[in-house]
């Protein structure tokens, strides 16, 4: 990163000349830039590759083990088929990057992630997010319904309630 001589700071035999930084300044255009390649640079170091569609996601197939690692900005999740694997890599990053680990995740990027240990299963949701969004235009009390509609869900018509004729129903959707 090259930067103007500061105010205060100006070389009085070299006024027109730049400096060249070691290290990226945090606040400047080019210092997001300068992070993304250094950690782009480590994590391909220890074995990763990026996704074609998605370059901030990462992932490492080793036998029948597979690892990803999503990035967002300064923000890192790992997943791994063994718990071996996420220590493994975790020390790597550490070696390169001051790390702090916040344990098993419960939120990243506004998702809720839900894990349940025993299955292996993940759930994803936004359920504050809706919450918010729900209280933010007054309609928290609002009569929920299924989506899609249910075929035997009862709805008001010009002249009395009816069953939704499914035929019907899923020729306007």
């Known amino acids: ?4 001589q500061p105010d205060g700071f100006v070389d009085e035999n070299n006024p ?8 990226a300044i945090y606040g400047l255009k080019q210092s997001g830039r300068a992070w993304n390649t250094t950690l782009d640079r ?23 083990k597979f690892n990803l690692i999503a990035v967002y900005v300064d923000d890192i999740l790992i997943a791994c088929s ?16 001051k790390l702090v680990d916040n344990g098993p ?8 992630i839900d894990r349940n240990g025993g299955t292996g299963k993940i ?9 918010n969004l729900l209280r933010q235009y ?9 989506t899609p509609l249910d075929p035997g869900f009862q709805i008001s018509c010009k002249n009395d309630c009816e069953r939704v004729d499914q035929n ?5 959707v």
């Open 168 to 172: 019907w129903y899923q020729s306007i």
């Open 138 to 146: 007054e309609m928290e009390n609002c009569r929920p319904a299924s």
């Open 16 to 23: 027109k000349q730049v400096l060249r930084l070691k290290k």
């Open 123 to 131: 759930s994803v949701g936004h359920k504050q997010y809706i919450t």
């Open 82 to 97: 063994d718990i071996e694997d996420v220590n493994a890599i975790k020390e790597l990053i550490s070696r390169r990057f």
């Open 1 to 4: 990163v090259y930067m103007r």
């Open 42 to 64: 480590a994590i391909r170091n220890i074995g990763f590759k990026p996704c074609e569609s998605e370059p901030c996601l990462y992932s490492m197939h080793q036998d029948s």
């Open 105 to 112: 995740v419960k939120h990243f990027l506004g998702m809720e």
